[in-house]
C-alpha cells in the first residue's frame, strides 16, 4: 500500500504493507494517492508521539546501520541525542551514523530529525528546514501535554 500526507509545504510519502511493516517513506513537493496509516497522519497533526504499529523494514537488518537505527529508535519522543552519542551506544563512528541517517530510507519512523550535530541541527535531506519543522512539532506537543525539560531548543 502506498499514500501521503500533508506536512507543512512537504507530503510524507508512505510505502507499506498489511504486516504494518514500511519500506519507505520520503518526503515529495506532490501528494501521492492513496490510504495513510492513521499513526502517521495523527503524528504529522500533532496528536500522537507514537507510530506504532508501524516498524520499519530497514531496522530489522543485522548491519551496523540495522544497531543504529534500532539505537535511533529508542531516543523519546520530543528529545534528541547527537551523531556521537549514538556511535558510542552501537560501537562505531558519528560519521557512520551520519551515513546512516542520510541512508535512512524511513525518516520519522526511524527518527533521524532526533539525531543532531554537537553543534547544531546537523543534515536533513530533502530539506533541512523539515528536521526543524518535525522537532518543532514535538516540542509543541510535549509542552501541550506538560512534559518539562525539552531537549530540542535549536534554531
Known sequence: MEGSAR??????YIRWDSDNV???IRFVRQ?????????????????TTTLSPLSSLHEQDDTVFGRIYREVKTIPYGETRTYKEIAESVGTGARVVGMAMKRNLTPILIPCHRVVSTGGLGGYTPDI????DL????????ER???????IHLS
Open 129 to 132: 528546514s523539515i528536521k526543524q
Open 7 to 12: 506536512f507543512g509545504l512537504w507530503f510524507v
Open 135 to 142: 522537532l518543532n512539532l514535538e516540542e509543541r506537543v510535549r
Open 22 to 24: 514500511v519500506s519507505r
Open 31 to 47: 501528494s501521492v494517492s492513496g490510504p495513510v496509516p492513521l499513526s502517521l497522519s495523527q503524528y504529522l497533526a500533532g496528536k
Open 145 to 151: 501535554m506538560g512534559f518539562n525539560n525539552s531537549s
